[in-house]
C-alpha cells in the first residue's frame, strides 16, 4: 500500500514541462583521456587515461595525482559522488577499493573473499559505509555496508538485463532494457517507468539525464515527462552532469553547457 500511494502521489503531481531544454557554451578544454569520470563545480576533474584514474585540481597545483592498482586489472568504473570516499570497481577480480580525497587506499572489499559470495557487475555510491551493488547471481540491487559485511537492503530481482546504476545518499537508480526504476534507502520501490531506448542515465539533484543515440534526454524531478536537451553536433563519449552544468568529453575535448532550465 505504501508503494501504491506514493507511486500514485508521483503520477499525479502537476506537469509543466519545457519542449527542449536550451544550452550555452560556457567553455571547452583539451583532455587527454581514455575515459572522463566526473568534474565539479570547483574544477576538480577525474579522469582515466592508461588505466589509471587521475584527478586534476586547483591544489594539485598543475601536477595531477593518480591512482592505479594493475594487479586488478582493468577500471571497470569510479564514482566520485562522495570525493572522500572514491569507489573504484574492478569487474574481473571482483574488487571494489575505497579512496580518500587524495587518491589513497583507505579500504579494499573483494567480494570473492565474503562467506556469502557475490558476483558484482555495477557499483554505485551510498551513505556511511555503504555501497550500492548490482549481484549478477541473485539478479537483486544491494546496499552493502563494506564495514560489516552485511545488506541494509535489497530489492526484487530484475526481469531485464541492467544497462546502468547511479546513486546519491538518498536513491539508487536502475536503468534497465525495459525500464527505470528508482529505489529509496531502504531498497522500496519509489517509481519506475518505461525505458525508450535509453543506454545510460546521470543524475544532478535528482534529476534524470538519459542519452540515447549520441543525444541527451532530460527528466525533471517529480515528472515523468523526458525532453530533449539541444546541443550542436558532437560526439557524447561520456558525459556528466552537475548544478544544471552539463559536461561533455569528445576524446578529445571537454565541453562545459549550462543548461537553460525553467
Same mark, same amino acid.
Given at each position: 500500500m505504501k508503494y501504491v500511494l506514493h507511486l500514485f502521489f508521483f503520477l499525479s503531481l502537476s506537469? +509543466?514541462? #519545457?519542449?527542449?531544454?536550451?544550452?550555452?557554451?560556457?567553455? &571547452?578544454?583539451?583532455?587527454?583521456? %581514455?575515459?572522463?569520470?566526473s568534474t565539479n563545480n570547483f574544477n576538480t576533474t577525474f579522469y582515466i587515461l592508461e588505466n589509471v584514474l587521475f584527478k586534476h585540481s586547483a591544489e594539485t597545483k598543475g601536477l595531477d595525482i593518480g591512482y592505479s592498482?594493475?594487479?586488478?586489472?582493468?577500471?571497470? =568504473?569510479?564514482?566520485?559522488?562522495?570525493?572522500?570516499?572514491? $569507489?573504484?570497481?574492478?569487474?574481473?577480480?571482483?574488487?571494489?577499493?575505497?579512496?580518500?580525497?587524495?587518491?589513497?587506499?583507505?579500504?579494499?572489499?573483494?567480494?570473492?573473499?565474503?562467506?556469502?559470495?557475490?558476483?558484482? +557487475?555495477?557499483?554505485?555510491?551510498?551513505?556511511?559505509?555503504?555501497?550500492?551493488?548490482?549481484?549478477?547471481n541473485t539478479q537483486q540491487l544491494e546496499l552493502f555496508d563494506y564495514k560489516t559485511n552485511t545488506k541494509r537492503a535489497q530489492t526484487l530481482p530484475f526481469k531485464s538485463s541492467i544497462l546502468d546504476i547511479k546513486s546519491n545518499y538518498n536513491y539508487c537508480w536502475v536503468l534497465t532494457k525495459t525500464d527505470l526504476y528508482v529505489y529509496d534507502y531502504f531498497g522500496n520501490l519509489s517509481y519506475k517507468m518505461k525505458?525508450?531506448?535509453?543506454? =545510460?542515465?546521470?543524475?544532478?539533484?535528482?534529476?534524470?539525464?538519459?542519452? &540515447?543515440?549520441?543525444?541527451?534526454?532530460?527528466?525533471?524531478? $517529480?515528472?515523468?515527462?523526458?525532453?530533449?536537451?539541444?546541443?550542436? %553536433?558532437?560526439?557524447?563519449? #561520456?558525459?556528466?552532469? +552537475?548544478?544544471? +552544468?552539463?559536461?561533455?568529453?569528445d576524446k578529445e575535448t571537454l565541453h562545459k553547457y549550462q543548461l537553460k532550465i525553467d
Open positions: 506537469i +509543466t514541462s #519545457q519542449e527542449s531544454i536550451e544550452t550555452s557554451l560556457i567553455e &571547452k578544454n583539451m583532455l587527454d583521456a %581514455n575515459i572522463f569520470v592498482n594493475f594487479q586488478l586489472g582493468t577500471i571497470t =568504473s569510479v564514482n566520485t559522488f562522495n570525493p572522500l570516499k572514491i $569507489n573504484v570497481f574492478y569487474k574481473d577480480f571482483n574488487t571494489v577499493l575505497i579512496l580518500d580525497n587524495r587518491l589513497a587506499e583507505i579500504f579494499k572489499i573483494d567480494f570473492n573473499a565474503l562467506s556469502e559470495y557475490k558476483n558484482v +557487475t555495477y557499483v554505485a555510491t551510498g551513505s556511511d559505509n555503504t555501497i550500492w551493488i548490482f549481484n549478477e525505458n525508450d531506448g535509453y543506454e =545510460s542515465i546521470n543524475i544532478d539533484n535528482e534529476n534524470v539525464i538519459f542519452k &540515447k543515440d549520441n543525444n541527451l534526454y532530460y527528466l525533471k524531478k $517529480n515528472t515523468k515527462t523526458i525532453v530533449p536537451i539541444t546541443l550542436p %553536433n558532437l560526439l557524447i563519449n #561520456q558525459f556528466f552532469v +552537475t548544478n544544471e +552544468t552539463l559536461y561533455i568529453y
